[in-house]
């Protein structure tokens, strides 16, 4: 008979606190209840954002650029809160509480924007085409931007919590368990991507034919019930306790090297402090040698305890393997700046894009497709590109490289070189297209909207790539207890690129505005010259990925036993976020 040690997990407890029982909690079953809140996050946050341009330009009566900018803050800053809900969770709250706070908030958010879109006193009088338009008052934007601020702070908590929350059920030294949560992480990814799917197609579509009250109503719902959901297995869940934000490691490390600043190095590394167990012992790099000064023992380093026994105080003193995992996350940082512009170009898809929709051609028989829904060639190009890399290209290169595929860096390269392809095509048909609005008058333009379709197809076949890549990057190369951090560095990514598209709409709508004309992002996108704007990011992509390819060849990743074990294996899983 097995000992009652076998039926508990060592690093999690129970709902009363006490070791997990194997039988009575975690597991597929109580995953997948965390699944719904997930699915319906996506389904409103991109439901919202690849539609929100047109509602902004058609019924808050807002110019093309400030409709765009306030799509990209508002993603930027979603994507920006997942550090502030990766640290409440990591120092305070615990997951399961970070998810609980947050996804109420979002539905919060999502209520507020439903009677934001459905009572008229909240947004400016309908005009027709050729008349002058009566823009939103602050009043009115100050509510709508309530609603979406709520949002996106939802969704910050959420997205540093949910994948991490979903692997804590599952013991990963337990074979069979382990299994289940490769199992249990594919179904994620899966679900996701359907989530989406839904947003860009039914839930725009309900926004356009029946109602944008209505469809932020179906979200409110839904998120109300995926909560009661969640919060049916809260005595079935396993939780770990939480082990204190890395951000402190880091902040103790800069001002011990600073306090130290002016002590010199010794000699030889083996005077260096290091307490760290040899098996965990990171080896020791000559890069920014200024940090390892935190390693050396000076008077005045160490504390006495109650027993007696001296211990090492952090704020003055760390080991070897502490500082190294800290230059580790320095390394990453010219790779993680030069990822920026890949969602910049982006985020181009869901507002500029979009709006270029908005004038073509949409109709398919009787059927007129709404614009926000070519997104859908986007999110299709991402499930083509990952099942042939999958099944296609990765068998072949390991027959013939004896690898399993591309390397981080690698597919990170790749993206890049997509996105910027997909960014020369989108200015190649915004230049079709403009020659078309020139010679009509008509409100709907005589050109295919499908003509689009290959800027969605090569920025989504670039996501693939990259997301994948700076997923894998990410967490191969950084310490085993910044993982959680590290990934949150990778989602700054995505927020620093939307808030870099928004500076550029600024300074370009500035620098190119005269008197006499609207500049390249004219109020009417008819009237000004988006291809130039699209010719701009094509340079800026080219120039950053040479510097891009620079920074790989710099690149040296730490050995340790941690990321040798991890390099043996398979790479990354995802549940390591």
Not at 130 to 147: S, W
Not at 275 to 281: F, K, N, V
Request: proline fraction near 3%; include cysteine; charge should be positive.
């Amino acid at each position: 008979m097995e000992s009652k040690g076998t039926w508990t997990v060592a690093d999690a407890i129970d709902y009363n606190g006490l070791p997990a029982d194997k039988s009575k909690t975690g597991g597929w079953i109580t995953a997948a209840l965390i699944l719904g809140i997930e699915v319906v996050e996506r389904l409103s946050t991109m439901g919202i954002a690849v539609n929100l341009v047109t509602y902004l330009m058609e019924t808050m009566h807002l110019p093309s650029s400030t409709s765009a900018n306030i799509v990209t803050d508002f993603m930027g800053t979603s994507f920006l809160l997942c550090l502030l809900g990766g640290f409440l969770a990591d120092s305070f709250l615990g997951r399961f509480k970070t998810i609980a706070i947050f996804s109420t908030i979002q539905a919060l958010g999502t209520g507020a924007l439903a009677v934001a879109t459905k009572l008229p006193e909240l947004r400016p009088p309908t005009c027709h085409h050729g008349e002058a338009c009566t823009p939103a008052t602050a009043f009115q934007m100050t509510f709508l931007y309530i609603a979406l601020y709520l949002i996106a702070l939802g969704t910050g908590g959420l997205k540093s919590s949910i994948s991490g929350f979903g692997s804590d059920q599952f013991d990963d030294k337990d074979p069979k368990e382990k299994a289940q949560m490769a199992f249990f992480f594919n179904r994620f990814f899966f679900i996701i991507s359907m989530g989406t799917l839904m947003a860009v197609t039914v839930l725009v579509y309900i926004q356009d034919e029946v109602g944008r009250s209505w469809a932020y109503g179906i979200c409110t719902v839904s998120m109300a019930i995926a909560i009661a959901v969640f919060l049916s297995g809260t005595k079935s869940y396993r939780y770990k306790k939480s082990q204190g934000s890395p951000v402190v490691q880091i902040f103790q490390i800069i001002a011990a090297s600073i306090r130290k600043r002016k002590t010199e190095l010794p000699q030889s590394i083996v005077y260096l402090y290091e307490d760290t167990p040899e098996s965990l012992r990171i080896e020791h790099t000559d890069q920014f040698r200024m940090l390892d000064k935190a390693a050396v023992v000076t008077e005045g380093d160490f504390e006495q305890t109650l027993d007696g026994i001296a211990i090492p105080n952090p704020w003055k003193l760390s080991s070897v393997t502490k500082v190294e995992e800290v230059k580790m996350m320095v390394r990453l940082l010219p790779i993680w700046a030069t990822t920026i512009i890949f969602w910049t170009t982006y985020a181009q898809m869901i507002t500029f894009s979009v709006e270029q929709a908005s004038t073509m051609r949409r109709n398919v028989g009787n059927f007129q497709i709404p614009a926000g829904s070519l997104t859908v060639f986007f999110v299709a190009a991402i499930l083509i590109s990952l099942a042939f890399y999958d099944r296609v290209i990765m068998p072949f290169w390991k027959k013939w490289k004896g690898k399993p595929g591309f390397s981080s860096l690698q597919r990170i390269a790749i993206g890049l070189v997509l996105s910027t392809a997909g960014m020369a095509a989108a200015a190649i048909v915004e230049q079709q297209r403009l020659s078309v609005a020139k010679s009509s008058t008509q409100k709907t333009l005589p050109i295919s909207v499908f003509l689009l379709v290959p800027q969605f197809f090569l920025v989504g076949a670039g996501e693939a790539f990259i997301y994948t890549g700076q997923l894998d990057f990410f967490i191969t190369q950084s310490p085993k207890g910044m993982k959680t951090m590290s990934t949150g560095l990778f989602l700054t990514t995505l927020s620093l690129g939307f808030f870099v598209s928004s500076f550029l709409v600024s300074i370009v709508k500035k620098v190119t505005v005269t008197s006499t004309n609207g500049g390249w992002l004219a109020d009417n996108i008819n009237h000004g010259r988006l291809d130039l704007f699209y010719w701009l990011l094509v340079i800026l992509s080219g120039i950053n990925f040479c510097v891009y390819f620079i920074c790989a060849l710099w690149f040296k990743p730490t050995k340790g036993k941690d990321l040798e074990e991890m390099e043996k294996g398979k790479g990354f899983s995802v549940e390591d976020c």
